[in-house]
């Protein structure tokens, strides 16, 4: 079952996303170390298009989705408009940002680092960011038998 968020493009409704986000992912029983990059690889892309498609308006909105589909958990952000490439983007290596001092590109590098899938799914007046993050059970540790 599908999950929704509706927010206002302000940078204010981040931390509205991250909690829905963490809420979610709580529900799906994912742990702690891949839920919290799951909540950042959400919270890049929505900032993305807060500030790069809407200027942090206030008036447009954002629709944040989240469902788990076996063991893939994915993050749907819908927005109007026409959406950035981010699945054909070519992460920049981070060395290289940082010797020519650039801003920019450092989210879209983390969401391709963290996310296993990324779609853009565009529409006549709308595009869906679909992120999408295998989660593995991994079995409790087991106890050393070493001596």
Known sequence: MKAYLQVRCSKS?????????????????????????IVLA??????????????????????VSMYRKGDVVYAEIR???????IDRYQPED??????????????INLIHHIMDEIQVEQGEDYYVYKLGKRITDDPAPRPSTAP
Do not use: T, W
């Open 42 to 63: 959400i919270d890049e892309a929505c900032a993305n298009c807060m500030i790069h498609q809407h200027q942090c308006d206030g008036y447009s909105v954002l629709e």
């Open 13 to 37: 409704q981040l931390a509205a996303i991250r909690d829905f986000a963490r809420e979610q992912l709580a529900q799906m029983q994912v742990g702690e170390p891949v839920s919290h990059q």
């Open 79 to 85: 927005d109007s408009g026409q959406g950035f490439p």
């Open 94 to 107: 981070v060395h290289h940002i940082v010797q020519r001092r650039g801003k920019g590109g450092l989210g």
